[in-house]
T-cell receptor, first 111, second 113 residues
Framework: EDKVVQSPLSLVVHEGDTVTLNCSYEVTNFRSLLWYKQEKKAPTFLFMLTSSGIEKKSGRLSSILDKKELSSILNITATQTGDSAIYLCAVLKTSYDKVIFGPGTSLSVIP | ETGVTQSPTHLIKTRGQQVTLRCSSQSGHNTVSWYQQALGQGPQFIFQ???????GRGNFPPRFSGLQFPNYSSELNVNALELDDSALYLCASSFDGPYYEQYFGPGTRLTVT
């Protein structure tokens, strides 16, 4: 059965800290891995990763995929209180008809 | 904010009743996916509609059904509601399948008592 696992499930850090969120997957017919940020209700898209070893960056956020280890990390540097959210990892299969989400990591950034 | 809208925002139903949730996709998008997100969990894929046809389904029973209309808006229908159906229901629209960015709506919070 397809599975996406995230760790840690929750995390509390101080402003300015750097955090690393982990995602691992066991999925047949993998196509790409996606990261989303969910603050109140609607998840918002952060990154899509298809090729192994290529880092995607957006400001203080970056992510990389390791297809050999079936995993990905999301890094956030110089965290701010506005980074407090649930970070969701999801895998898209080659059949294009299903997106499998992990349970999410709840990040709290305190001043 | 995305251009995806959902209605209603909140809903309270009694076990055994039926419910219809609605989603208007972002302009230009022809694919709508529905997800159920229970408290403290990630979204679970229910099904996807592409150009008015169901194009993939997750592990949900047949009492979860849907429709997509010619303007690509969509409905999720749930019959014989159970307490475990209480969740946030999210729809997401995209162009030609969930290849890239899915734009999520704000969700409908369903409570079944």
């Amino acid at each position: 059965e397809d599975k996406v696992v995230q760790s840690p499930l929750s995390l509390v850090v101080h402003e300015g800290d750097t955090v690393t969120l982990n995602c691992s997957y066991e999925v047949t017919n993998f196509r790409s891995l996606l990261w989303y940020k969910q603050e109140k209700k609607a998840p918002t898209f952060l990154f899509m990763l298809t090729s192994s070893g290529i880092e995607k960056k957006s400001g203080r956020l970056s992510s990389i995929l390791d297809k050999k280890e079936l995993s990905s990390i999301l890094n956030i540097t110089a965290t701010q209180t506005g980074d407090s959210a649930i970070y969701l990892c999801a895998v898209l299969k080659t059949s294009y008809d299903k997106v499998i989400f992990g349970p999410g990591t709840s990040l709290s950034v305190i001043p | 904010e995305t251009g995806v809208t959902q209605s209603p925002t909140h809903l309270i139903k009694t076990r055994g009743q039926q419910v219809t949730l609605r989603c208007s996709s972002q302009s230009g998008h022809n694919t709508v996916s529905w997800y159920q997100q229970a408290l403290g969990q990630g979204p679970q894929f229910i099904f996807q509609y592409y150009r008015e046809e169901e194009n993939g389904r997750g592990n949900f029973p047949p009492r979860f059904s849907g429709l997509q209309f010619p303007n690509y808006s969509s409905e999720l229908n749930v019959n014989a509601l159970e307490l475990d159906d209480s969740a946030l229901y999210l729809c997401a629209s995209s162009f030609d399948g969930p290849y890239y960015e899915q734009y999520f709506g704000p969700g409908t919070r369903l409570t079944v008592t």
